[in-house]
């Protein structure tokens, strides 16, 4: 690190940026935040790529200079310079975003394929498959009276007629209109896009 005369070294440094010196906390920022850029800078030569450097320069200096009571610099112990400590530390917290942010763009690049999938798929499939999807979750009698007036779009009589014929317990009338009000809303917010 490019420390000032008035520092013996890098472990004496460290040991006044531990007791709260404000001048050193300030050359301190300035140099570990160099450093992390220097190691953004190279690691973009060689292909890397950082959506947010800000983020990753601010996620690191805390992980250096603040998280768990400063532990990375506590654990320095002054047999090599500060910056050779501090760089495969730098360099592997780097490597841990660039692993982070592939597997975040490529759950969001899956996520929006599928979006733009569903948006150009035919609108009708897509609510049949909203329909069943809600009304695979009710009961067997629950089921089959959605699945006859929706679907199917028999009448109640008709509904009462075929339920007795597969020894259902379904009798009435209220009971069917009953069945088809519950959960009405949450449906409907789903089925809001197709204009529903």
Request: glycine share 2%; hydrophobic share 40%; net charge positive.
């Amino acid at each position: 690190m490019n420390t000032a005369a008035k520092y013996k070294d890098d472990l004496h440094l460290v040991q006044l940026y531990l007791d709260k010196d404000v001048q050193v906390e300030r050359l301190f920022y300035k140099e570990v935040k160099r450093l992390i850029r220097n190691m953004i800078h190279a690691m973009a030569k060689r292909g890397s790529v950082f959506y947010d450097q800000e983020n990753v320069v601010s996620e690191i200096v805390f992980e250096i200079m603040l998280k768990d009571n400063s532990k990375i610099l506590r654990a320095y112990q002054g047999k090599s310079r500060l910056s050779t400590y501090l760089w495969p530390i730098i360099r592997f917290r780097l490597i841990d975003f660039i692993r982070r942010e592939h597997r975040y763009f490529a759950t969001f690049t899956r996520v929006q394929n599928k979006k733009a999938y569903q948006e150009n798929s035919n609108p009708s499939q897509q609510i049949a498959e909203i329909i069943h999807d809600h009304i695979r979750k009710e009961s067997p009698e629950n089921r089959f009276i959605k699945t006859a007036k929706w679907i199917e779009g028999m009448q109640y009589s008709e509904i009462i007629a075929k339920a007795e014929k597969l020894g259902l317990a379904i009798k009435e009338t209220h009971q069917i209109a009953y069945v088809l009000r519950c959960n009405r809303k949450t449906l409907e917010k789903k089925l809001k896009k197709f204009g529903y």
